[in-house]
């Protein structure tokens, strides 16, 4: 029996979608009301420090995906976020949630997401949190690539992936140097 170790066990990944009546920003920066329509992506998993099979570890910078969450949590200077994102059981647990909305508008979609680690609510509002978006973007990223996936829930988990990106982008592009 081979037994191949991929440093994500466990995991568990659900999609939920929904819609409802609600206020939402246009593209215009206006405030409009209307139908939005929800995905709620949760990504649940056990991390640990066994690289995948396949993973390049000699690359400059790699890191398992517990040290890279470890050290994410670190740069954290919000230390009451990190110690509640760790959690008091298992800390090497992990689950990402992605709430991920649109909207019709007349100037085209409205799109947004909010995320979540472990319960806790992940604003991208400071340069800091930036790590934990890159943690999550690579976790969602090895999951497309390294696991056999329905149809639907590689959708799912592609969609939280864009929309870590897109964040991040955003956020960078707005932020001042």
């Excluded at 930036?130 to 996936?149: C, G, I, N």
């Amino acid at each position: 029996m081979s037994i191949n170790f991929t440093g994500i066990k466990n995991l568990n990944i659900r999609t939920f979608k929904a819609n409802g009546y609600g206020f939402y920003l246009n593209n215009a920066n206006h405030i409009e009301q209307g139908d939005k329509y929800y995905t709620v992506v949760s990504l649940k998993a056990d991390i640990d420090g066994t690289p995948i099979n396949g993973e390049n570890v000699n690359a400059q910078g790699y890191k398992s995906h517990i040290e890279q969450y470890f050290e994410s949590l670190k740069k954290l200077k919000h230390f009451v976020l990190a110690q509640k994102i760790l959690g008091i059981d298992g800390q090497d647990n992990v689950e990402i949630i992605m709430k991920h909305y649109h909207a019709p508008d007349n100037l085209g979609d409205v799109n947004s997401a909010a995320f979540m680690i472990n319960g806790q609510d992940v604003p991208l509002v400071h340069r800091n949190v930036l790590p934990l978006y890159s943690f999550m973007a690579r976790v969602t990223r090895d999951v497309l690539k390294y696991f056999e996936l329905g149809p639907e829930t590689r959708k799912s988990v592609k969609l939280m992936n864009d929309s870590i990106a897109k964040e991040a982008e955003e956020f960078i592009e707005n932020m001042n140097l």
